[in-house]
């Protein structure tokens, strides 16, 4: 089970026990998530299409849109 994994099904457990989740401890776990995204998912994603990217001789901006249940999509933007 990932760290991710472990945050969502902790809070909710906790949800479905009836536990009212004050806004200190939701703010805390969108602060963890965001912690286990930064330095634990995007690595990986760079690790991943490095390769990929790595064949392609110019700058560029590559956005990600992911919406859980949905297809990812990635859209191609000039350099900053």
Do not use: F, H, W
Not at 4 to 17: A, H, R, T, V
Not at 41 to 46: A, G, N, R, T
Not at 55 to 78: A, G, H, M, S
Request: hydrophobic share 40%; charged share 30%.
């Amino acid at each position: 089970m990932t760290k991710l994994e472990k945050l969502y099904n902790s809070i909710q457990s906790l949800k479905e026990l009836g536990v009212q989740l004050p806004n200190e401890l939701l703010d805390e776990t969108n602060r963890v998530e965001e912690e286990i995204i930064k330095n634990d998912v995007i690595p990986l994603l760079e690790e991943t299409i490095s390769p990929m990217i790595s064949q392609i001789q110019r700058e560029l901006v590559l956005v990600i849109d992911y919406i859980p249940d949905e297809p990812i999509t990635v859209r191609l933007t000039r350099a900053c």
